[in-house]
């Protein structure tokens, strides 16, 4: 990456955080008065957007379950966040106590909350890293500690990689990633995707909202998502809007599209 | 508050399913539909308790709001909607019925409302501690950070990498301290060179040679690591003394140091010797600066170096003076070519035999713009040490047969122009090239240019320049050794040569003056000489002949010319080829 490793970041809680704007859309207090303005301004122009957020997150709770119950004990989640309510850790753990969770996110302000609730969790811990070099996250020595790359590993990058942009070639980095897990590992992928609305400026609105923030918005569509899935075999019912993806009850299906984002589940044979 | 008559028509789960819909999305709720109607079922069932209580049991609604919150219904729309809800459906779906329903409605709905809010507010302001909390913790590891890297960047910035030693910039601060602050009155530096370490890099390999430096490195800083140990670069050290007592201080550093160095090193499996130099500068720290300080110790190292290494020299304004002054001239020859500074004066070479010019020897002069006319022996010796002989060579060879194209009227033959040639202008490829050249453009005739080589360079002359000396001969060229008999060269061995001429050193003809009996022996073998010269067919001519007397006596002994004093100062050549052949018998003026 352009930024040398000892150049430290600097914590400027005046611009608007997509970690802290996302838990503001959930409901959260985990935010600043610039992030709320922001994530508000975002509203103004997309009303769905704590929908989204809530859509999302309902999405990771069902595929960490599924994970967990098919016999998944170890994740690796990219962008985790804020960790406010129903985190990674607490589905997988409950299901198997000795479910390991390392937890990764460019935010420092993310990192050191996360760190505060993980204190007491042997099985959980979070590292400052960014999806952008995934040779670092696979080296980093909190993950080598916590998870056993011979064994199945989820590696989840659910609402995260619309940060991430062409020029930082996404299908390199999951190649990368790829390149480290045994059988039986899986990819969860989620990110906006515009598939199928034709530009009704929301989406032009949103960009124009998230370029004051620390990350850019890049949308995709659901064949760049199933491509993304290359090496991977997808999981039923495949890449789908979120809310379709193994869904609890029908009614919550209607209307799915309007949740935005696109995600599915990858298994490696 | 009773059960009304429709009791048994009671239906908590359609409340607390229609409850479940009317708050989900208010905000994210970590569970399936299921648990989440599982859950305001319990609470439904809080809620018939409080509106039957008696009397009212206020905290059962607070509970209530407080549990919502808790599990995550917490948002303004969550709490809206329930408010809605219970205000519609609950009395209606629990069947219950009673006077002051609507009283009793009312007050759950403030609990309720209540304990949400207090809740609610309770959260947020620990979500925001925590998240202002995270967020100086964030802050706080940003700032250490930096303050790491900044400490790391500064070490990088003035340690050299390889030996872990401080690096010029740090010695350079160090030594500015020194000298500026109010340390001490004296400041001392070691200047350390390993010698031959090229040797070592050459023959084992760069990744040995770094080994070594890191050894070396290693015991300077066990041996005087009181003292501020630098490395430079390369195989360059310094020590630096902050505090010297005077120049003993920094000789016995300077002893321990080289000590240290001399201690033989296994590297690498290889057991290696090595020795070092040592310049060194002591000096009061008053009128000085670390750029003069560390030129002078530059140079006193090049001093112990010259002396053949393994030594420490103490920096001598004198002697430094004076090599400074020799440095300057030298630097300025090239200048002082293009300018047009130097020029040529001739001295004759004279025939024993009728007197005649046969030759006149070129001699540089330099017109230098503040030292005025300097001579040879003030300049050539640095020409010959830096290389700029070559130059400066180039242009009396040059010049030279320019001048003595155009001597003679063509009444007489005109005599010929005696170069000197330093050995490097020997050893370079072009000479043959650039003979010809210069006889073709002046229309010179190769038999009127002679050229002079002392004895030394021509013994140290390897087999290709002697091919272009015999080139040279063949087109006609005369070759001459100047110096004859100071070095030692045999005759046997000139057989082999292209030479054609001796020119006997000054130092045989002194002892002709003398009286006798010492002047006999010098005369039988200045006779030996020449004769033996004349078996090899070769002509020989005297040179430092100031007197009559030494005259005569080479031309009985057979010598064939002769130069000095007597026969002509060095001048201008026009001086000597005015003077008539009849004249040149007698001494000039
Ligand atoms: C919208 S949140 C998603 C949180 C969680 N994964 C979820 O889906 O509920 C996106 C997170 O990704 C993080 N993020 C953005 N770009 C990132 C990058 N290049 N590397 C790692 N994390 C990144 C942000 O800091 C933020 O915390």
């Known amino acids: 990456m352009q930024r040398p490793d000892w150049a430290p970041d600097t914590i400027d809680i005046e611009r608007p955080s997509a970690a802290r704007m996302y838990d503001y859309y959930l409901g959260g207090s985990h935010n600043f008065a610039p992030d709320r303005a922001a994530a508000r301004a975002m509203m103004a122009a997309v009303p769905e957007a704590p929908l989204m957020a809530q859509a ?203 949740a935005v984002f696109m995600g599915g589940v990858g298994r490696l044979s | 508050m009773t059960d009304g008559p429709e009791s048994d028509r009671s239906c908590p789960g359609a409340f607390a399913r229609a409850w479940a819909k009317a708050v989900s999305g208010t905000s994210y709720l970590p569970m399936t539909q299921a648990q989440l109607e599982a859950l305001l079922h319990r609470l439904t069932g809080r809620l018939a308790e409080a509106l039957r209580s008696e009397p009212f049991d206020q905290r059962i609604g607070q509970q209530v709001g407080a549990e919502l ?253 004076r090599e400074l002054a020799r440095y300057a001239l030298s630097a300025a020859i090239p200048a002082a070519l293009e300018r047009g500074e130097f020029l040529l004066d001739y001295q004759p070479l004279t025939s024993l035999r009728d007197g005649a010019v046969l030759g006149m020897e070129a001699l540089v002069r330099w017109r230098h713009p503040q030292r005025g006319l300097l001579r040879p022996d003030a300049f050539i010796g640095l020409a010959e040490e830096t290389g700029l002989i070559v130059p400066l060579g180039g242009w009396v060879l040059a010049e030279a047969c320019r001048e003595a194209a155009g001597w003679g009227d063509g009444s007489a033959p005109a005599p010929f122009v005696s170069v000197n040639l330093a050995v490097q202008q020997v050893r370079r490829p072009g000479l043959v090239d650039e003979v010809r050249g210069l006889l073709r453009r002046t229309g010179l005739p190769p038999e009127r240019l002679q050229l002079e080589l002392t004895e030394s360079t021509m013994m140290s002359t390897a087999e290709e320049p002697v091919r272009a000396l015999r080139v040279l001969a063949d087109l006609g060229v005369r070759i001459a050794i100047d110096d004859f008999g100071t070095g030692y060269c045999n005759l046997a061995y000139l057989r082999g040569l292209p030479v054609t001429e001796l020119k006997v050193a000054g130092e045989f003809v002194t002892g002709l003056r003398a009286p006798e009996p010492a002047s006999r022996t010098d005369e039988r073998i200045l006779a030996s000489l020449v004769s033996l010269a004349h078996a090899l067919d070769l002509t020989v001519t005297a040179e430092g002949v100031e007197t009559a007397e030494q005259a005569d006596r080479l031309r009985a002994i057979g010598c064939d010319a002769a130069q000095g004093w007597h026969f002509g100062r060095p001048g201008p050549a026009a001086r000597h080829l005015t003077r008539s052949p009849a004249l040149s018998g007698t001494p000039a003026r």
């Open chain 1, 56 to 258: 999302n997150r309902a999405f990771l709770r069902r595929v960490v379950q599924y994970l967990a119950e098919s016999g998944v004990r170890q994740f690796l989640d990219i962008g985790s966040g804020i960790p406010t309510v129903g985190n990674v850790h607490e589905i997988a753990q409950r299901v198997a106590p000795d479910s390991r969770v390392v937890y990764v996110d460019v935010d420092p302000v993310a990192v050191a909350h996360s760190r505060e609730i993980l204190a007491g969790n042997d099985g959980a811990t979070v590292i400052q890293e960014d999806l952008r070099r995934p040779a670092a996250i696979l080296a980093h020595p909190e993950v080598t500690r916590l998870l056993d790359f011979s064994e199945p590993v989820a590696v989840m990058i659910v609402a995260v990689l619309h940060f991430v942009a062409p020029e930082d070639r996404p299908a390199e980095v999951l190649r990368t990633l790829r390149d480290a897990l045994a059988p039986g590992s899986h990819l969860v992928l989620s990110q906006a995707s515009d598939d199928g609305r034709d530009g009704t400026g929301e989406r032009a609105e949103a960009e124009r909202v998230y370029r004051r923030t620390d990350s850019q918005l890049w949308f995709r569509g659901r064949r760049d998502l199933v491509d993304l899935f290359d090496g991977f075999d997808l999981v039923e019912p495949g890449v789908v809007w979120v809310p379709q993806w193994r869904p609890e009850s029908p009614e919550s299906v209607e209307d799915a599209e309007r």
């Open chain 2, 69 to 321: 919150v808790a599990a995550h219904i917490a948002s303004a729309e969550g709490l809206g909607r329930t408010v809605e809800v219970i205000q519609l459906r609950l009395l209606r779906d629990l069947g219950l019925v009673a006077d002051d329903g609507e009283d009793r409605m009312a007050r759950l709905l403030a609990t309720v409302a209540t304990g949400y809010a207090r809740a609610l507010r309770d959260r947020t302001l620990d979500e925001q501690e925590s998240i202002r909390r995270a967020a100086m913790v964030a802050r706080a590891q940003a700032e250490r950070a930096l303050r790491d890297s900044e400490a790391r960047f500064r070490h990088q910035a003035n340690h050299d990498p390889l030996t872990g030693l401080p690096n010029r910039a740090l010695l350079t601060e160090r030594l500015t301290a020194a000298i500026a602050g109010r340390g001490a009155d004296r400041v001392g530096v070691c200047f350390l060179d390993l010698d031959r370490f090229k040797v070592i890099n050459d023959s084992l390999g760069h990744q040995i040679g770094d080994l070594l430096l890191v050894a070396v490195g290693e015991r300077l800083r066990q041996a005087v690591g009181e003292h501020l140990v630098a490395r430079l670069g390369g195989d360059e050290f310094v020590i630096l003394v902050e505090r010297s007592g005077g120049a003993d201080d920094v000789v016995r550093v300077a002893e321990t140091a080289l000590a240290a160095v001399r201690r033989p090193a296994v590297v690498a499996g290889h057991e290696l010797t090595v020795s070092a130099s040592i310049g060194i500068v002591e000096q009061p720290v008053d009128g000085t600066t670390p750029g003069e300080l560390m030129r002078a110790a530059g140079s006193t190292l090049h001093w112990a170096k010259a002396a053949g290494g393994a030594r420490w020299s103490v920096f001598d304004a004198d002697r430094n003076e």
